[in-house]
């Protein structure tokens, strides 16, 4: 692993992915020059600012995920992990699920 | 007995609790008691994925072992909405089947896809369609496809628009208008919508009679049986809250309708397709104007409810199964929704008095009267039977039916 960046893994189900050109997982390294410890809340900054193309309020809202777009780390839900606060661990795979169903 | 998702204490409050944050640190789940918690369901109680995903089939079949409507080899129609609670139900349905225990699923399912995703674009409703045949083919179940707005326009034939082939489904730019056509134009959105639905409900139970099934499954989760319950309230729908909320609608005398997944919520179904690697068919729809029609209101209400009252849905799920129907059974049901209508009653319920009021102020005075004949004569050619194709409610949508 390299000293200046945080290679991790983002994956994205359940129709989230329709708001990134339909591709599900994507390999990235975060930058840790500004930023050395990265929580889930600078996380979704960077994918807004880097990855999000369209409609950002069906993914982002208020310095956290929309309701209803589930979130889970390492195969574990991010209410168990304090949310926005956790701090980002080299290979962490961070998956967003959505669940805005429709009826 | 306890599994997922019934562990809230009834009891514990008055009130409904606010969204309450807790500290999971050193929380083991609260099934085995022993492994590290992955999964945390109501905002309160933590368990492990093994744990999560077996309560979550057992769920499953408790509410299908509670309730047998279904007998050995016969065939249920299951109504496929895409999205997370279709993949789930389908999957539960096909590990069930495969089972070589006694608990084996021994009834025949077949998918019902009515396509009526009219906002969008001819492209992506064909794209849809394609990913719902693929995903009952993954699956190995049969299906059919049918447009909505083809049977809307032609009910008389329906062998001619149930189609098991994806491809023979026929889907036309302006099914949109197809269907508004069967609503009269100076109708409301809430009208439109309630119209369009029983019109959906009759396709439904008319397929599963084409197809010899005795029964119905659908996808509603407690959040939509909740919002189908508040819809009812504030569109006058009393007598029809049983009926369209209950875990079996025994409305009509041949095929049955059961909700099994009206004790779960979103989260629970999309995390078990998560750990079980199932992708649902999944699009975008048209964000709804709330405040356009009543549905799109009460369905805006809760979901921003829920937000912070994560009690919200199964408080309202809970007080809907206290209501029960204690009218005299009736033969006489009404046109459209097909809930049993009332029969003569001695004093007026308010939907007669409704009715009476209507009447009344739609009559032209005899003044060459006493007020005494008139009274008599008003009483006795008022005839509350002429509104009696139709419940209440539907009294004031039918006007708007183009027949
Ligand atoms: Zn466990
Ligand atoms: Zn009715």
New binding site residues.
Partial sequence: MSVDTLPISIGFGGGAELLFGNKKNFAISLPVQEITKWQISDLLKWIQDNLLKERPELFIQDNSVRPGILVLINDVDWELMDTINYVIQPNDEIVFISTLHGG | MCSVGDDVDEEKAKFMQKKITLNFTNALCIKCRTLKPQVILHNQYPYCKACFLSGTVHKFKALLGKNRVVQPNESVLIHHKAGHASTALLHFLRTGLDLNTPKKIRFKPIIAYIEDNYELNVEDRTHISRQVSDEAERLNFPIVFINLAQYVTNKSNLPSIVHEKVEDLRIDPDDNMKIRAAVKSNSTLTTQTEIVH?FERELLLKVAKHLGCQCIFTTDLGIDIASQLLKNVTLG?G??IVYDTGVVDSRDMDVSVLRPLRNFTIKELALYNYFNHLEPVSFYRKTKNPYSSMQNLVEKFLADLHVNYPATISTIVRTGDKLGVNNEPSEDR??????P?RKEIESLGSAEATNFSHWISTQTRSCDKSLKERTSQILATFDNNKYNK??????QIAPYLCQ
């Fill in positions: 029983y729908r007598e029809n009404c046109m459209l929704c097909k809930v209508i139709y419940c209440y409610s539907c009294n």
